[in-house]
């Protein structure tokens, strides 16, 4: 059975976040990336291939290693569709702590 999953399936996992950060300043072998977790190879392997299943990861050949790296266009479409709430969230707490001063006791 081959699953469809979204970028937004993958990046739930705090595993699979964990490895966004892992990679998102240099490629990375699977080795190297899994010697970060205290998992096992294999589930470190499910999670890249979640990764690049999603295109938010990309894998790159040189030699008998495989490069993983981050996919920034990709991560761009995630940032982009999350700002407008971001936002929305930004305008509520600004409006909270303008009420908060409202109401702070005078000292």
């Known amino acids: 059975m081959n699953l469809r999953r979204d970028v937004f399936q993958a990046i739930a996992d705090p595993t699979r976040r ?4 892992l990679v998102a300043s240099q490629s990375m072998t699977a080795g190297a990336i899994a010697s ?6 294999p589930t470190i392997s499910k999670h890249l291939q979640i990764l690049t299943q999603c295109q938010l990861l990309e ?16 991560m ?3 940032a982009d569709f ?7 969230w930004d305008e509520r707490f600004n409006k909270l702590e303008a009420i908060m001063k409202e109401f702070k006791p005078k000292q």
Do not use: D, S, W
């Not at 999350?82 to 929305?88: L, S, T, Y």
């Open 18 to 21: 964990a490895i966004l950060l």
């Open 76 to 78: 761009k479409e995630v």
């Open 82 to 88: 999350i700002e407008p709430f971001r936002k929305m």
């Open 36 to 41: 970060n977790f205290n998992t096992a190879r």
């Open 59 to 74: 894998q790159e050949q040189n030699g008998r290693e495989v490069h993983y790296y981050i996919n920034a266009e990709k």
